[in-house]
């Protein structure tokens, strides 16, 4: 019958205009241990969210790694089955920290493109840890509302238990049983 071709758009030239938060991206990520030895190397990267800033978009990606050691923890997000890292584009097991992240501008020269397709997107989180991201999210989402309240009063702004506007009226004069008050 019909052949439809199905074209995701995060994996065309035209990648900046439509990734989203739960894409994979191959970014050169700058870790202190790498200081020295040149370009840091190209590393799977999650988008945690896409943000503008002056009309321009940026992403805040969470640093990846297939290492098990415990020395880059807080704020994980782990793709271990087989089936969900095939589907994200990765080889093997990795783990996304967000302690570990960089907002950066989609037109930043450290996202490694592949020369075939001309995107720096190498898949999807699906499944469980798509949901395990929205955690994540969450949770930096809520320490950012609450730095921003916290700055706020500093500042003078909103004052703690006055959310309500109180209306100052001048009492009424008691009334005499059986007279109607006129007004």
Aim: hydrophobic share 35%; glycine share 10%; proline share 4%.
């Amino acid at each position: 019958m019909l052949d439809t071709i199905t074209t995701n758009l995060t994996m065309t030239s035209a990648w900046q205009d439509h990734v989203s938060h739960g894409d994979i991206v191959s970014f050169r990520f700058p870790l202190a241990e790498e200081r020295g030895s040149g370009q840091p190397k190209a590393r799977p990267c999650l988008i945690l969210d896409i943000e503008m800033h002056g009309g321009q978009r940026y992403a805040l990606l969470a640093y990846g790694t297939t290492s098990r050691r415990r020395s880059n923890v807080g704020y994980e997000v782990h793709v271990r089955r087989r089936a969900e890292y095939l589907i994200a584009g990765l080889d093997e097991p990795t783990r996304f920290v967000g302690a570990r992240r960089l907002l950066v501008p989609l037109t930043h020269s450290g996202f490694a493109t592949c020369r075939a397709t001309g995107s720096a997107v190498l898949g999807r989180l699906d499944g469980a840890p798509f949901e395990a991201m929205n955690a994540v999210r969450g949770r930096i989402h809520a320490e950012r509302d609450i730095a921003a309240d916290r700055r706020s009063r500093r500042r003078g702004g909103l004052r703690r238990g006055r959310d309500f506007t109180v209306e100052r009226r001048t009492p009424r004069r008691a009334s005499a049983a059986g007279k109607a008050v006129q007004k």
